[in-house]
């Protein structure tokens, strides 16, 4: 199933079928749960090319479920509103943001990843992104903002990488081999681990630990 460029999806629920790709360089607007499927069916697959733009409009918790999705356009948070990508009954689902993805969340929005995301490319986070399930950061992305990020499980960073989201919740861990900069005008909040390779709290930066250990 592909979307061309030039035309416009409005889903207010239904789903893809299991197994199923849909391919889209049109224009998305998610205006309902999507994607809510049986619990013996497979996740279906969903890409966003580089011309395609996706508009997030769901209301109040609501989710996009059980679907591996890997957005290489422009995926939008367009309400000031809660959406979930979550797995009903442990059917894995993912999420992946390529090198030339974009995700915008915008300040009162909320985008929650209960399913394991990658995340690379270009994340503007001015609202808040909650991480259920382990993540990983990929070599390149530039997460900017002035929102905040919320960890409850864990997020990996195999390379060097600087954090400049003035506000991190850290529940679990951050961990991985690369070196984490924490720079000036951050600050931490952590009940959980701060691991893997070295961690460097910069001049300027805070760190308000009330429990939790940086990994020997």
Known sequence: NIIANGATVYVT??????TDTLI???VIWVNSSFNSTSCNTQPSHFINETDGVVNLNAGNSTSWHNTRITN??????????VISFASDCNTAG???NSSTGTLSIPSGSTVSFSY????????SLDGLMNIHAPAT??????LTGTGTLANYSSINVPFDYTFTIPTINNF?????AGKKTYTSGVTINSTGVLG??????????TVYVTGGSVSP
Do not use: E, R, Y
Request: net charge neutral; no cysteine; hydrophobic share 25%.
């Open 13 to 18: 629920g239904g789903s893809v079928s299991p």
């Open 24 to 26: 889209n360089h049109g």
């Open 72 to 81: 290489h356009g422009q995926m939008n948070k367009t309400t000031g509103n």
């Open 94 to 96: 993912s999420f992946a």
């Open 116 to 123: 394991s995301p990658t995340l690379g490319g270009t994340i």
């Open 137 to 142: 950061l990929v070599s390149g992305l530039s």
């Open 172 to 176: 679990s861990s951050i961990g991985g």
């Open 196 to 205: 893997g390779g070295d961690n460097i709290i910069a001049n300027g930066a």
